[in-house]
């Protein structure tokens, strides 16, 4: 959106609902009548439904269900976060492009938006099913002062963001669990995904990338059937369409102060907010390593290093676990 | 250098000085004889010395100065590394280039070397300097499978190649010194700089590259005032011109092993190695870390992790140092 057509659609906002002649947009924002025109089409042609009353003026009816970043940020109570985003229709992978834009120096806080991704990944060089304009696809560009041995605080800090806004959309933390250590569940399936990369130099972290995919508005029953009865979407659950742009500005608002005390109080600062959405405790996981190897063991917690501590199931002593894959063996009944 | 260049140099090598007729060669790489004059042409242009005996054919009299492929991987003995080098005559930053490649996939071992660089990059954001055509700039991808907690054991990886390398070269490794954890000292004076840089998902490293420079033949006059007093170069402290192409061929050969000794065993697989040209012990340093904070204290040593064993001088209890900036002090007389 051009910064003129951004202008006239901030005044009609303030209109509140109500009309703004063409006379009052053309003075308040220095702009000649026909230019209000122009920008009046490009809205429309965005998606934003404008009525034009004759003789009265222009009054904003709708806007369309996409990511924009004026729609986003009208309102957003952020200070850094997601102050700069950069909106794509399509894209092959946001944290590509975040970690490209990382290295060429954007200020912290910068984000990706795009409504469908054709390369999204996962961890572990897995993809990501990134279905247009029906989910939220977004990924952070963070500059902490930190080591890298704590960027996976930085981690469990975005399941917390995360899980904390998917709790207030449900109107219950009840059925929101973060699975140990970066998908949140809801009702038991995963609703959301997030990979952390990392530029860095030497021992010294330089940016960090937070990529995270929310599903939203997508219809669980076109997931891949190999998602399919592990996945779910906020709307498949609540049974009613989801606001994605109040839902993307309120992720970025309880991101902020979650990041903050991440970088001020490293683990420490954001544990007791995990431990809140974890619920892992007691049950029987399966852990893949690095080498492919596999083994279970009955989860006894997080340790202050936000690693998963294991009780082996073959009788072996308390094992920590910092990397690798691990899936939730199945309840007995 | 095109395919049938690097096909008539290889053909002229072989007659080991001796002539090689436009006849034979001609037959022998499959082109015209009018390929084979334009082919040593080429050659010609890049700084080979070719001279046309009359009706004899071509002799091979010199090779140029300069860090060819082809020339380092003539006879290089290695299975992995710098099978596959980008070559410039000029780069703003090889570490740069090869973190886009490393990015985009290239293979284990891929290097870049430039024969100058006019934004080469050294630690903490200070710049390298990096006349032309003098040293060795060359940067290496890597893609061990590894967690980022390990990732600093390959820079002494490195540290230790080069060490070794520059020993052979002096004849005597009682003048070469590692000041931990990546410069290597000649005659106490800094002449090599090393700069790792990694990518890494979450907690697993995807590529690291090893930024490795060499002072050769820089005359150590020439270096910008900040630097000259704690800089030299190899034909600085010996006194006659380093073979660079030599140089650069058994320095890859001699990280070969190292790195794979990482790779397999960790640090634990190169400390031993790493402490031979370690002679801090003892020493009063001086530590920045990454708040700006600094404190002085006497080396104890190097542990398990690669770090640095502190004794502090205000008689705290021992630190260990994993990262920030160290500086020998001035010995006392």
């Known amino acids: 959106m051009n910064n003129g057509a ?24 220095g702009v000649s009548r026909a230019q209000v025109w122009k920008h009046v089409e490009a809205l429309r042609r965005d998606g934003y439904v404008i009525e034009a ?79 247009p304009c029906a989910n939220l696809y977004t990924s952070i560009v963070l500059r902490p002062e930190a080591l890298t041995t704590a960027a996976p605080a930085w981690i469990l800090a975005s399941a917390v963001g995360v899980a904390d806004t998917i709790a207030e959309e449900v109107g219950s933390a009840a059925e929101v669990e973060i699975k140990w250590p970066n998908d949140v569940l809801l009702g038991g399936r995963k609703s959301c995904g997030i990979l952390m ?10 940016f960090l990338v937070l990529g995270i995919g929310v599903n939203l508005n997508v219809d669980p029953a076109t997931f891949p059937e190999e998602f399919r009865a592990q996945a779910t979407s906020l709307a498949g659950f609540l049974g009613r369409p989801i606001d994605r742009i109040s839902f993307a500005r309120r992720l970025y608002e309880n991101l902020e102060p979650t990041l903050e005390a991440c970088t001020r109080e490293g683990l420490r600062g954001i544990l007791p907010r995990f431990e809140a959405h974890f619920r892992m405790q007691g049950r029987t996981v399966r852990i893949q390593d690095l080498e492919g190897q596999s083994r279970s063991g009955c989860v006894l917690g997080i340790d202050e290093e936000g690693a998963l501590r294991i009780a082996p199931s073959d009788g072996g002593p308390e094992e920590r676990v910092v990397a690798g894959d691990v899936t939730l063996e199945k309840e007995r009944a």
Chains 1, 2 share one sequence.
Do not use: K, M
């Open 53 to 131: 009353e004759p003789g009265e003026g222009y009054r904003l009816a709708s806007v369309p269900d996409r990511l924009f970043p004026e729609e986003i940020q009208h309102g957003l109570a952020t200070r850094w976060l997601a102050r700069d985003i950069r909106y794509f229709d399509e894209i092959d992978s946001t944290n590509r492009l975040a970690f490209d834009l990382a290295r060429e120096g954007v200020a912290n806080g910068t984000s990706v938006i795009a409504e469908a991704q054709t390369a999204g990944r996962g961890r572990l060089g897995r993809s990501f099913f990134s279905p």
């Open 197 to 206: 990369e990392l530029g860095a130099e030497a021992t010294r972290v330089a």
């Open 6 to 29: 951004a202008r006239v659609l901030e005044a009609l906002r303030r209109a509140g609902g109500g009309t703004c002649s063409g006379e009052i947009l053309s003075q308040a924002e």
